[in-house]
Nanobody
Framework: QVQFVESGGGLVQPGGSLRLSCAAS????????VAWYRQAPGKQRELVAR???????NYADSVKGRFTISRDNAKNIVYLQMDSLKPEDTAVYYC???????????WGQGTQVTVSS
């Protein structure tokens, strides 16, 4: 089974940028595509961005225009470039398959993103 390992999180001031990486232990080709999710303390996990095998992308309205998801198929890595970060973006960020049943997926440790002045 494919495992996803997230990295690149950290502490950044509002308006700053971070680039998250999601390294997969196997091929990232899937009918589901790959997606980034996030979860803040006390809140439900939400889908942030998704990318398909054909490189079609979808974004949550809250991050549209600020975040960019991309993939390197040769390296089995999915990236999330986050610009113009806001305190509301503070959360643990996870990557996983992008299917509609993501609520039941097995999740890794994620990477913490903290946006604070």
């Amino acid at each position: 089974q494919v495992q996803f390992v997230e990295s690149g999180g950290g502490l950044v001031q509002p308006g700053g940028s971070l680039r998250l990486s999601c390294a997969a232990s196997g091929s990232i080709f899937s009918i589901y595509g790959v997606a980034w999710y996030r979860q803040a303390p006390g809140k439900q996990r939400e889908l942030v961005a998704r990318i398909t095998d054909g490189a079609t992308t979808n974004y949550a309205d809250s991050v549209k225009g600020r975040f960019t998801i991309s993939r390197d198929n040769a390296k089995n890595i999915v990236y999330l470039q986050m610009d113009s970060l806001k305190p509301e973006d503070t959360a643990v960020y996870y990557c996983n398959w992008g299917g509609s049943r993501w609520m039941s997926y097995r999740w890794g440790q994620g990477t913490q993103v903290t946006v604070s002045s």
